[in-house]
């Protein structure tokens, strides 16, 4: 079967930094994406990685390494604001022919001053 | 705003009821899902539309019925639900289904079953 783990929660201070780590375990694997969600809110997509490295996005970078069916996602310079829910999302195929994305349960990150 | 949006955002209803969630996206998008989400659950790939047409249907119960009249439009129809079926309901729409295609979701529906 498919599995994501990423841990339920983390908690940091204002202007830190903080990596939130998701492994997977598909049957195959065409990329690895993060959403974050606030209360009440949608889910909105934040990065994508198709290859092996470092993508970065203003204060958001992620990371994959294939090999290792790890990725993570690294938030610096913490604001407030920051605090919601990310999720890791795998795109893997299934038996239908189509690749759909596979989600975490999620990772509750909450910002303190 | 994502440029998908979902009606009603709230809704209760009775075992016995029949009703149905809309979303609409406003992105010229040609694909559109629908998502599950509890509460320490994973997303729930539900349906999934492209150019209109079902493609994928992920095991999910008959008493969950979608439409995708167009493009534009993706609808879930609900009849004999359990309490269990109480969740965020999710709509998303994708330029297409390529690995790269970001998904773009709307702000739920929020239902609870009696």
């Known amino acids: 079967g498919q599995s994501l783990e990423q841990p339920s929660e983390v908690t940091a201070v204002e202007g830190a930094i903080v990596q939130i780590n998701c492994t997977y375990q598909t049957s195959g694997f065409y990329g690895l994406s993060w959403y974050q969600q606030h209360d009440g809110g949608a889910p909105t997509f934040l990065s994508y990685?198709?290859?092996?490295g470092l993508e970065e996005t203003g204060r958001f970078s992620s990371f994959l390494s294939r090999s290792d069916s790890y990725g993570y996602l690294l938030l610096q310079e913490l604001q407030m604001k920051d605090s919601a829910s990310y999720f890791c999302a795998v795109r893997t195929p299934n038996n239908r022919g189509n690749t759909p994305l596979v989600f975490g349960k999620g990772t509750r990150l909450s910002v303190i001053a | 705003e994502t440029g998908v949006t979902q009606t009603p955002r709230h809704l209760v209803m009775g075992m016995t009821n029949k009703k149905s969630l809309k979303c609409e996206q406003h992105?010229?998008?040609?694909?559109m899902y629908w998502y599950k989400q509890s509460a320490k659950k994973p997303l729930e790939l539900m349906f999934v539309y492209s150019l209109e047409e079902r493609v994928e249907n992920n095991s999910v119960p008959s008493r969950f019925s979608p439409e995708c009249p167009n493009s534009s439009h993706l609808f879930l129809h609900l009849h004999t639900l359990q309490p269990e079926d109480s969740a965020l309901y999710l709509c998303a729409s994708s330029p297409g289904q390529g690995n790269t295609d970001t998904q773009y979701f709307g702000p739920g529906t929020r239902l609870t079953v009696l």
């Open positions: 992105l010229g998008h040609n694909a």
């Open positions: 990685n198709g290859l092996d």
